[in-house]
């Protein structure tokens, strides 16, 4: 099973500033199969990125995704009052055992 | 606009059953694969299952596999889970996601529906 660790566990910066969240697997994570999501409280999760570096449909261009194998990290460029968040990195996985694993998350807050 | 809704929730003794529920709508549910994730209070996501556009693949975490089965309808546009032989580590926020295929990331989530397991 391949696990995710996010760090850090709480990033406290202020709007405007520059957020960096890492994700790092276990194991390699082939083709890059890594999502982040963002949740904000009494909210479903929202999919921010895929592919490790493809922004979803809507999502503002101040968040990018980056990385390989194992070390991957999404940045918020500019922070915005509702960017504060908890953030979520997944892995799925297309080779046995097919099973998706998530990351413990980081709680980006003011 | 994409729509899905979850329900069934509810309180459940130790060892009792439930089955939720996903209404999808505003999408050709038939094409895509579906999925069931938990959150139980004040902790992070945990995938549940799985499951194809045709029920072809259907997969299951090792922490449900044995209790919980994962089903569809395409015809009624639902998802279903029967969670059999429920604990009190079941409890959580359960959310319905919708993913192109059987492996791939959550484009799409419902609000959730919670299940409490409690006697």
């Known amino acids: 099973e391949i696990v995710l660790t996010q760090s850090p566990g709480t990033l406290s910066l202020s709007p405007g500033e520059r957020a960096t969240l890492s994700c790092r697997a276990s194991?390699?994570?082939?083709?890059?199969?890594l999502a982040w999501y963002q949740q904000k409280p009494g909210q479903a999760p929202r999919l921010l990125i895929y592919g490790a570096s493809s922004r979803a449909t809507g999502i503002p261009d101040r968040f990018s995704g980056s990385g390989s194998g194992t070390d991957f990290t999404l940045t918020i460029s500019r922070l915005e009052p509702e960017d504060f968040a908890v953030y979520y990195c997944q892995q799925y996985g297309r080779s046995p055992p097919f099973m998706y694993t998530f990351g413990q998350g980081t709680k980006l807050e003011i | 606009e994409v729509q899905l809704v979850e329900s069934g929730g509810g309180l459940v003794k130790p060892g009792g059953s439930l089955r939720l529920s996903c209404a999808a709508s505003?999408?050709?549910?038939?094409?895509?694969?579906m999925n069931w994730v938990r959150q139980a209070p004040g902790k992070g996501l945990e995938w549940v299952s799985s499951?194809?556009?045709?029920?072809?693949?259907?997969y299951y975490a090792d922490s449900v596999k044995g209790r919980f089965t994962i089903s569809r309808d395409n015809a009624k546009n639902s998802l279903y889970l029967q969670m059999n032989s429920l604990r009190a580590e079941d409890t959580a926020v359960y959310y319905c996601?919708?993913?192109?295929?059987?492996?791939?990331?959550?484009?799409?989530w419902g609000q959730g529906t919670l299940v409490t397991v409690s006697s």
């Open positions: 505003g999408f050709t549910f038939s094409l895509y694969s």
């Open positions: 996601a919708r993913s192109w295929e059987v492996v791939d990331y959550f484009d799409s």
């Open positions: 499951i194809s556009s045709s029920s072809t693949y259907i």
């Open positions: 194991q390699s994570i082939s083709s890059s199969y």
